[in-house]
């Protein structure tokens, strides 16, 4: 696994690079923020096929799972309410990590309730497409989409680690 880092004064952060680096995750993560409580955020597709895996981190990490439904269309205000409802249900606190598994849709949205969830808290990307990795390295682009137009609803939020 080779790691770099985007250079960005007080906010830069490593981007992990590699084959099969979901099973050195949860060891990162520790690693990176001890005693910090998580919560993975990923989409129903996704959770199905990496089921065993998913599994695994949230017992590692005794981390809530919540799964959006799959597609650019649940992009939406009401699903990212949905995430702030899970956080704050499980009481999550400003020293929390969300880790966003997925594509562009989820890396979002995800990095959206993390800019905006108790005014910001850490956010960890972990994306599963080509064009995720690229948006999710850089940028710290997230939001949701209004019925008038694309991405119209968000915020700048770097994650701590990709």
């Known amino acids: 696994m080779h790691e770099i880092t985007v250079k960005l004064g007080n906010r830069s952060y490593p981007v992990f690079i590699g084959q099969n680096t979901f099973d050195k995750l949860a060891s990162a993560l520790q690693e ?3 005693n910090a409580r ?3 955020i990923t989409n129903e597709t996704l959770r199905e096929i990496y089921n065993d895996q998913v599994r695994e981190l949230s017992r590692t990490l005794d981390a809530i799972v919540h799964a ?3 597609g650019e269309r649940y992009k939406t205000v009401g699903t990212w309410s949905k ?12 020293s929390s990590v969300i880790i966003a ?3 562009g849709v989820v890396g979002d949205i995800a990095g959206f309730a993390a800019a905006s969830f108790l005014r910001g808290v850490a956010l ?3 994306p599963t497409s080509l064009l995720a990795m ?7 682009k997230t939001g ?4 008038m137009g694309k991405n119209l609803v968000g915020a700048f939020h770097q994650p701590r680690m990709v």
Do not use: K
């Open 68 to 70: 959006i439904p799959d």
């Open 124 to 126: 960890v990307q972990v």
């Open 101 to 103: 598994f997925g594509g």
């Open 134 to 140: 690229v948006d999710s390295s850089v940028g710290g």
């Open 144 to 147: 949701v989409n209004h019925d």
């Open 32 to 34: 990176q923020f001890p």
């Open 83 to 94: 995430i702030l409802d899970t956080l704050l249900g499980n009481r999550l606190e400003r």
């Open 38 to 40: 998580f919560a993975l």
